[in-house]
């Protein structure tokens, strides 16, 4: 007795095409902020690119990480982690600040501080384009 073994490639076409989709339409959602933050209007600057570390800070005191809530002493760990990364890449990673307009000073000075103690170098301030 002879057993016909066949694979079908029908299904998995539909698979593949599904993915496909799912993909494709949440890439539209990857880069949304992790909270809601009013950045302050930019005068000048550079546009940077989306994959650098990026810091979020809300009025509430929260911070997030690459959209991820994360605590001070978690901030420090993950960033330093981040420069041990880039450096044996032979790179320096460029940490943003996204602050809310509310966020006062002293928050931060506070995660730059947390940032240079973490081996980060280069920092940015993220603001709004002029309208």
């Known amino acids: 007795m002879k057993i016909n073994m066949s694979v079908v490639l029908i299904p998995f076409i539909d698979i593949f095409v599904l ?13 949304q902020s992790a909270a809601k933050v009013e950045l302050p209007p930019r005068i000048s600057g550079d546009i940077v690119a989306k ?4 810091v ?14 994360v605590s001070k ?3 420090s760990i993950l960033l330093q982690l981040t420069a041990k990364l880039a450096g044996k890449k032979g790179g320096n990673p460029l940490l943003i600040i996204e602050a809310d307009g509310n966020v006062t000073h002293k928050d931060v000075i506070e995660i730059m501080g947390i940032a240079r103690d973490s081996g980060i170098k280069q920092i940015a301030i993220a603001t709004e384009p002029e309208k």
Not at 19 to 31: D, E, K, P, Q, R
Not at 56 to 69: A, D
Request: glycine residues 12%; hydrophobic residues 40%.
């Open 19 to 31: 993915i496909a989709t799912f993909l494709t339409l949440s890439g539209n959602f990857l880069y």
């Open 51 to 54: 994959d650098n570390p990026t």
């Open 73 to 75: 002493e978690g901030l």
């Open 56 to 69: 979020t800070l809300t009025p509430g005191g929260v911070i997030f990480l690459n959209r991820r809530k």
